[in-house]
């Protein structure tokens, strides 16, 4: 898939993901759940945990621990990539 998975719904998850960052213990975390993810992208739970998988098999997310998540500097590098094509 790549960059075209980019292009679409999951970037815009990626989008919300980055810009809620969070740095706890000096890492970088992303403090939603999938249920709030899902609520403030007005998409089902069951497409954000199934977005994430797919994100996850194409190592743009990692989990950390159960319901937290990071984004992989690939994940960034895209995001800061399409930012600066936008603007």
């Known amino acids: ?3 075209k998975l980019l292009l679409n719904d ?4 990626l989008k ?3 810009d ?6 000096d890492e970088k975390v992303i403090p939603l ?11 089902s739970k069951m497409k954000v945990n199934s977005m994430f998988g797919v994100l ?3 190592g743009f997310v990692e989990q950390k621990t159960r319901g937290k998540y990071v984004l992989t500097d690939t994940a960034e590098s895209i995001i800061k990539t399409i930012e600066k094509l936008s603007d």
């Open 33 to 43: 759940t999938q249920q709030q993810i899902a609520a403030t992208l007005n998409y």
């Open 1 to 3: 898939m790549g960059i």
């Open 16 to 18: 919300l993901m980055h």
């Open 20 to 25: 809620n960052e969070a740095i706890i213990l």
């Open 10 to 13: 999951y970037y815009d998850l």
């Open 56 to 58: 996850q098999k194409e």
